[in-house]
C-alpha cells in the first residue's frame, strides 16, 4: 500500500480553510457552525471520490463506508471555540489517505469516520458517545451550550441519511495530535498509545474558622487555605511509592472564603483530579487523597467534606492493533517511536465499548492545543500517516 | 475616684437600643444612619449631664469637653454593617461614666469623645483621620460607600458646631473589646495594648505555562498554584528565627488562572499581609518574601511580581499611661492581665500623631467581633471600667 504524502497534506491545508482563523493555523470551526457543516460536506465529497459510500447519522457522524467488513478510522473534524489545524482534521485526513491508498492497493476494506461535537460545545465527546450507546439522543437533545442553544436544535442542520451500524466493523483506529509536551521534548516521532488514562475528579472543601487576620495569633487559626497548601504538600509525599511518571494529579481551582486580604479564610473549596492509565492505582490514590485530607482536618480542629466524584474509567488499546502499530513504528521511526498513555479523552474512548481499538500519536510542538498556535512539523504527520498504512497493510 | 458600674452598664445597654438588631445583642449602627445619628444626640444629652460642653464638628465627631487642658478619653459609636454592641460604643461609654466619676471627684479633667466613622464606611477610622490632619475633608468628602454614596453627601445630616482644637488634650485614652482571642483562651480580664501593630499588605503574582491537566506530565509542569503552595511553606519555615509569637502573616486572597479543575494553572495572584509591632521585623519579613517568592519562580522557570505594597507603620503606646494602666490593672485584676499588641487598627492610630495615646482591652468571647454574636462578660466590662478610672486618677 503506498500512500501519498502529497494528496494527505494538501488535503489537511485544504480542511483547514473552513473556519481558518486567528494566528498561524488557527481554526474556528465548532461543531453544528456553518464552517463545521461545509467541512463535512466537503468531506463527504472526498469520500465519494474515494470510492466510499457516505452516510451521516442523526448526530451528524459523517460514514464514508468501504463494503463490511472494514477497519474503521477517523477522527473528528469540530473544533475548539479558538483551535488548531490537526486537533481531529489529522486523524480524519489520515484516514481517508489509508482508505484511498488501501482501495488503490486492493484492499483491505478502510472506512473513515467524523464524529460530530467531539470538542463538546454541549458535553463530552457527544458525537461518538450516542453513536456508542453511552449517552440516549433524547437525553443529548436536552444539552445546552454556553449560549443556551440544545443540542436538539443545533441538531437541525444535519443532512442525515441514517443510522451506522457498528457491527460492520472489525475495529477502530484514530491518529491524533499528543497535545502535551512528551514527545516534543524528547524529538521522538511516534507515540503508540497503551491506554487511555481514567480520570477521578472531585471538589474537597475544608471549612475552619473565618477570623481577623490582625487580632488571631498563628497558634490559634483555623485557617483553610493553610489547611489546603499543607494538604497539598504531603499529598506529593504520600503518592511517592504509588504513582508512576505517567501519573498525572492538579489543583486546577482553589475558592477560599471570603477571600479577602485581612481575613483569615474560612472556608475553602478546590478541585482535586488525577489521571492514571490503572483503574487500581486511581482507586490507591483516592484512599490516600481521602486520608491526608481527613488528617489535615483532624489535625487543626477543622472539618473537611468530600464532593461527588467523577469517574471515568480507563480504556487499555487492543493489543492486536497496537502490536500492529508498534511494529509499523519500528519500520518508519526506528529509535525515535514510544509507548504512552493518552491523558487526554478521545472518540476511541465511546467506541472501545463497541470493538477493539488502537490509537497513534504524533508530537505536538511546545505541547500546544486548543489553540490557534498548535502544531507538528510536517515530516512528523508524514511518519504518523505512514506508520498507519504500514501497520493497516499487515493486520 | 469612684465609679459606678450599674449607671455605666446601664448607659451602655441603652446604646444598644440604637439599631439593635440580629441575634443577641447584635447592632446595625453604621457611620451618619439614621439609628448612628440618633445614638449621637442620646449621647450628647448625656454628655451634657455629666457637665461637659458638647461640640460637634465638620466630620460628625461628637466631643464632650471637660475645661482645658484635660484628658482625652473615647473610641467610636458607629458599628459595622453587621456588628455587636461593644465595638467603640464600650470605650466611648466607660469615658463617659470615668468623666463623670472624676467630676464627682473633683478632677481630674476628663473630656470624652465618639469619633465618626472608624468601622470604615467610607474609608479607614476617616473621622479621627480628618480631625487628626492625615486626612484632608476635601479628600474624604470625595470617598464613596458601596451604594455609591460620598462621604461629603452623607455628613449633611451633621448637627456641626465647629472645630475642636487638639491642643487641649494632654493624651488620649482608649479602652475597646480585644477582637481576638489571645484573652478569652487564656481566662484573662485585662490587655494594656504595648503598640498598635503596623501592617505590610500586597499582592504577588506567579506565573508559570497554563496546560491541559491530562496531557502534561508533572516533571514539565510550571504550574501556579504549586508555586504558592510551596511559597506558602517554605515561609514558615524562614520566619522562624525572625518572628514573635504575636506576629502574624496572612494568605487570605488567591485567584488561580483560569480555575478550571481540567486545566494545569498558568497564573496565580494572591494576597500576602504581615503585621507586628517592629517595624524592623516588618522590613525583614519582606525581605525575607521577596526573596523566597524569586527562589521559588526561579527554581520552577516561572515568573513572579509584586504588586504595590501598603504600609501602615506601628505605633508604639506613651509609657507614662501605659505604666499608669500596668499599675492600675496589677491592682484590679491581679495576675489576669497581661501587656499585649493589638493586632486591629483603631481611633488611637490616628489621634497618637497629636497627643501620648495608650489603649486597653477587655477579652472578646471566642474572639469574635464584626458580628452579632460579640459579647464580653459584664465582670469584664466592669474590670476594665475600673482599671480605667484607676489610671487616671493616679496621672
Chains 1, 2 share one sequence.
Not at 76 to 96: M, R, T
Not at 299 to 311: E, I, N, P
Amino acid at each position: 500500500m503506498q500512500v501519498d504524502a502529497g494528496r494527505f497534506l494538501a488535503d489537511l491545508h485544504k480542511l483547514r480553510e473552513f473556519g481558518a482563523a486567528g494566528v498561524g493555523r488557527g481554526v474556528v470551526r465548532p461543531a453544528y457552525s456553518e464552517a463545521d457543516m461545509a467541512a463535512r460536506d466537503w468531506l463527504a465529497q472526498r469520500m465519494r471520490e474515494a470510492g466510499l459510500r457516505v452516510e451521516v447519522d442523526p448526530m451528524g457522524n459523517l460514514f464514508g463506508l468501504a463494503d463490511a467488513p472494514s477497519l474503521l478510522m477517523g477522527s473528528h473534524s469540530d473544533s475548539q471555540p479558538e483551535g488548531g489545524w490537526l486537533d481531529g482534521a489529522l486523524g480524519v485526513i489520515a484516514a481517508l489517505e489509508v482508505a484511498r491508498a488501501s482501495r488503490e492497493a486492493g484492499g483491505p476494506a478502510i472506512s473513515v469516520v467524523s464524529f460530530q461535537d467531539e470538542e463538546g460545545r454541549f458535553g463530552v465527546t457527544t458525537g461518538s458517545a450516542v453513536w456508542g450507546g453511552h449517552l440516549a439522543q433524547d437525553v443529548a437533545d436536552l444539552l445546552c451550550d454556553h449560549n443556551g442553544v440544545t443540542l436538539g436544535e443545533a441538531r437541525s442542520v444535519v443532512p442525515a441519511t441514517g443510522d451506522v451500524d457498528p457491527v460492520q466493523f472489525t475495529g477502530f483506529i484514530e491518529m491524533h495530535i499528543e497535545q502535551g509536551p512528551v514527545m516534543d521534548s524528547t524529538g521522538e516521532q511516534i507515540g503508540v498509545v497503551s491506554d487511555i488514562v481514567g480520570i477521578r475528579d472531585m471538589k474537597i472543601t475544608f471549612e475552619g474558622q473565618q477570623n481577623h487576620a490582625g487580632t488571631t495569633p498563628m497558634a490559634l487559626r483555623q485557617d483553610a487555605f493553610q489547611a489546603v497548601s499543607t494538604f497539598n504538600q504531603a499529598l506529593a509525599e504520600r503518592f511517592a511509592n504509588v504513582v508512576t511518571p505517567a501519573t498525572v494529579w492538579t489543583i486546577g481551582h482553589v475558592s477560599l472564603h471570603p477571600n479577602a486580604s485581612s481575613i483569615v479564610p474560612g472556608k475553602a473549596v478546590f478541585s482535586m483530579q488525577w489521571r492514571d492509565g490503572d483503574a487500581d492505582r486511581l482507586g490507591r490514590m483516592e484512599q490516600i487523597i481521602r486520608d491526608l485530607a481527613q488528617e489535615v482536618a483532624d489535625a487543626r480542629g477543622m472539618r473537611v467534606s468530600f464532593g461527588k466524584m467523577l469517574g471515568l474509567e480507563p480504556v487499555a488499546m487492543d493489543m492486536r492493533l497496537r502490536k500492529a502499530l508498534e511494529t509499523s513504528a519500528k519500520t518508519v521511526a526506528p529509535n525515535k517511536w514510544r509507548v504512552m498513555p493518552s491523558g487526554a479523552l478521545h472518540d476511541a474512548t465511546n467506541v472501545s465499548r463497541l470493538m477493539p481499538v488502537a490509537m497513534l500519536f504524533v508530537p505536538s510542538i511546545n505541547g500546544i492545543s486548543h489553540a490557534f498556535e498548535e502544531d507538528t512539523d510536517e515530516a512528523d504527520l508524514v511518519a504518523g500517516l505512514k506508520v498507519l498504512a504500514g501497520a493497516v497493510a499487515a493486520l
